[in-house]
């Protein structure tokens, strides 16, 4: 038996469960109780900041649009320190900034320290985020990616459930004690959650999946090859439409998704809701999204993802709507279950098609590259929802207008074709 397997505990064995579970499990944890409240929990952080220090809602937006510009930057240098350096240290550096940026908040005394703040946290939420945790699942499955992917991004749906709880810690002991808290807490945690990390199932005699031979690495969908027959370069990658019309189509989604989950507590407030009850809808839409994310994940393994990503940010969009139109607690409900359907079901498939589109030799560095495209077309537009809401005290053009963004992406990623390496 291979010496690493012994120290580490794995056996070749049906009844084990294989290691890249617990990963999965471990991204789903990092997603759900450290990163997910850091986005989702914006909306209570600007609602309490607002009423503060009385700064607009554009203002407000500004910092995450420009971190977005920072995200654009950033992106491909997260993917390449992926590659380079494996996820478990990228994932150790990114949890320490994010907890340095917590307690800086905690700290602010003017929009200036708020947007280098801000900074720190998205730099910290990047680098221990997304980028490192895909490549991490893309590394550990092949024939069960969807379904793993959609599994650990679940995470952040779960992190929906901790909102209330946010919103409770703010109005009881403040904006500052809460953030401040939450830093302290990440620092605690980050040690600990990286020393469990392993970067690539090979470097311990595994294979992915937790298959025993290297012929169970065959896929019975036709649409998916074969584990490592596909392996492009970030060059080559950037040469095919399926990059440019997946990271565009993801960032337009992303777009509508972020927007909106800024926007979304202030917007319910303003009806007269209650920021615990504008918490319980947020709730409500990852919670929703969390079954969702699952069963589009099974789906993703067995069926074409184009068109199932263009029906589930389709459904987002027209969840978007009905937040525009109507303004009752029943159709927030409403808009929070369509909704969590939509973004619930995309997120995972957007994912995974990179896997199955150009392999995982490069995949952190392409998924990085890819984040260039999203973050541009994600720069403007909770800026200008903020904006439109000043100077017309109303959300229903910017929120109509990022469901047209979202029927647009639909349109778009029905165009994909798997791209072919030869011609690349």
């Given at each position: 038996m291979h010496q690493a397997e012994i120290a580490l505990g794995y056996i070749r064995h049906p009844s084990r469960i294989f290691y890249g579970w617990k990963l999965v499990g471990l991204s789903l944890f990092l997603f759900g109780v450290v990163l997910a409240p850091t986005f989702l929990g914006l909306g209570t952080f600007f609602v309490a900041l607002e009423r503060h220090f009385g700064w607009s809602r554009a203002a407000l937006s500004g910092a995450f649009?420009?971190?977005?510009?920072?995200?654009?930057?950033?992106?491909?240098?997260?993917?390449?320190?992926?590659?380079?350096?494996?996820?478990?240290?990228?994932?150790?550096?990114?949890?320490?900034i994010l907890g340095v940026g917590l307690v800086a908040l905690a700290f602010i005394r003017n929009l200036i320290d708020f947007y280098v703040a801000f900074l720190i946290i998205f730099t910290g939420a990047g680098l221990g985020g997304f980028i490192p945790l895909m490549s991490l699942i893309n590394n550990w499955f092949t024939r069960r990616r969807a379904l793993a992917t959609a599994i650990g991004m679940s995470g952040n749906s779960v992190g929906g459930l901790i909102v209330p709880i946010l919103a409770l810690s703010i109005t009881s002991f403040g904006w500052q004690n809460t953030a401040f808290s939450l830093g302290i807490i990440i620092f605690a945690l980050a040690f600990p959650i990286t020393k469990v990390i392993k970067n690539r199932p090979e470097e311990y005699g595994l294979l992915p999946d937790g298959d025993l031979e290297p012929e169970q690495s065959t896929e019975n969908n036709a649409d998916i090859e074969p584990a490592d027959t596909v392996n492009f370069t970030m060059?080559?990658?950037?040469?095919?439409?399926?990059?440019?019309?997946?990271?565009?189509?993801?960032?337009?989604?992303?777009?509508?998704?972020?927007?909106?989950?800024?926007?979304?507590?202030?917007?319910?407030?303003?009806?007269?809701?209650?920021?615990?009850?504008?918490s319980t809808v947020v709730a409500t839409y990852t919670t929703t999204a969390v079954v969702v994310q699952v069963f589009s994940g099974y789906l993703g393994d067995r069926f074409s993802k184009p068109p199932l990503i263009a029906?589930?940010?389709?459904?987002?969009?027209?969840?978007?709507?009905?937040?525009?139109?109507?303004?009752?607690?029943?159709?927030?409900?409403?808009?929070?279950?369509?909704?969590?359907?939509?973004?619930?079901?995309?997120?995972?498939?957007?994912?995974?098609?990179?896997?199955?589109?150009?392999?995982?030799?490069?995949?952190?560095?392409?998924?990085?590259?890819?984040?260039?495209?999203?973050?541009?077309?994600?720069?403007?537009?909770?800026?200008l929802a903020g904006r439109l809401y000043d100077t017309q005290g109303s959300y229903l053009v910017p929120f109509v207008g990022l469901s047209v963004v979202c029927f647009a992406g639909a349109i778009l990623i029905l165009t994909t074709r798997r791209p072919n390496l030869t011609n690349s």
């Open positions: 649009s420009l971190s977005r510009v920072e995200g654009a930057l950033l992106g491909p240098i997260e993917g390449y320190m992926t590659d380079l350096m494996g996820a478990r240290r990228v994932i150790l550096i990114g949890l320490l060059m080559q990658a950037l040469k095919t439409w399926a990059f440019w019309t997946i990271a565009i189509t993801h960032g337009l989604g992303a777009t509508a998704f972020v927007t909106i989950t800024i926007h979304v507590i202030p917007a319910l407030t303003d009806t007269g809701m209650s920021l615990q009850m504008a029906m589930f940010i389709t459904i987002q969009g027209f969840g978007i709507l009905i937040l525009a139109i109507w303004s009752s607690l029943p159709m927030a409900f409403l808009f929070a279950f369509i909704f969590g359907i939509g973004f619930g079901g995309r997120v995972p498939l957007l994912v995974s098609i990179r896997g199955e589109y150009f392999g995982k030799k490069a995949f952190g560095t392409i998924l990085g590259m890819s984040q260039v495209p999203m973050n541009i077309i994600m720069v403007a537009a909770p800026v």
